[in-house]
């Protein structure tokens, strides 16, 4: 007979659709859509129709590119947030680790992206222009360049300087030094020698 | 601002979906939502629409319990197949394996699971009655006993013997040994043991 390794094409469909994910392996696919089978078929169908809902109702702050439940998202129409400050992300992921510090009271704009030639993306391909829009509608103060500490990030941070360094305003970035709760020992060397040269004085 | 961690609550309640899939941790389910979001939205919704009809239009074969797209399986429908020989397996999963040998030419049954207390599993919970039904219409000379080498599989083999040995018909098990690759150092002693009492004749 002819029997394709799956006993259902539905069954075969389902697992081809958890295998496109990103880490997930056709066993791990398999082994998932097994456990969806398992459950309550309401509570599946749920799951199902949340991944419909996704691109249909979700929706990108039109100021900041965060995601959204609405049109301005929950940041940027906090009153209570500076809007002068501007925090600049690549994704999603890097806003919601700034807000896990609670430390930060300004607002985002998420780039989308890291310049990166390798992987073929341009300054084109990031929000850049938008936030150079904002940056000319005046009333920023300070924008902090929060990007990851790689080639990609640094040449994303020069590209940005260069653009915004002729309108009236501050560019910082990060801090950089050693980790908290890192051993010396085993701090790569460029790290650990900026540290050196940006010592603090000892505050008790 | 109160911000629940995440920055949207259908963001959230799609990762908390993906987190409720076995092995999935938080992480892993917010990229997996993330690359869906990077996703064609077409290409999203099949996704969903699939998990949709998972419960909706997945039949269990009639006869064998196996997964299939109709009534009866491909298997248990294959006129090529020797429905006088049964193969008592587990899982789907376990009819997947033996299919994969194209070694077998008779039809399966899957229980449904294996008897287990610890698990709260017993006979009534398994596909039992339907075997021996099965059985006493007649027609079938043997049946293979092919579950795990593990105490739940020995305890379930013992349950079937004693409930199907009345009928006039061969009771097998799968052949027990020392796995096809492996190397001697490493082979439990029990394994070994087994398999130098049932030891065979050279064959070249």
Known sequence: MSFSEYPSKL???????????????????????????????????????????????????RNCHNISDSEICLICSDEKRDKSLICVVESIQD??????????????HVLGG?????????????????LEEKVKRGGIKEIILALST???????????????????????TLARGVAIGDELEYTDEITLGRAINNRNPYQQ
């Open 95 to 108: 806003v919601m680790a700034v807000e896990n510090t609670r430390q930060y009271k300004g607002i985002y």
């Open 11 to 61: 069954l075969e469909s389902a697992v081809n659709e958890f295998a496109s994910l990103p880490g997930i392996g056709r066993k791990t696919a398999f082994r998932l859509v097994m456990s969806l089978l398992k459950r309550d078929p309401a509570e599946v169908e749920k799951f199902g129709e949340t991944i419909i809902k996704l691109h249909r109702e979700i929706h990108y702050c």
């Open 114 to 130: 890291i310049i990166s030639p390798v992987d073929g993306v341009g300054p084109a391909d990031l929000k850049i222009d938008s």
């Open 150 to 172: 790689t080639m990609e990030g640094d040449t994303t941070n020069f590209y940005l300087y260069k653009r915004l360094n002729k309108y009236n305003l501050v560019l910082s």
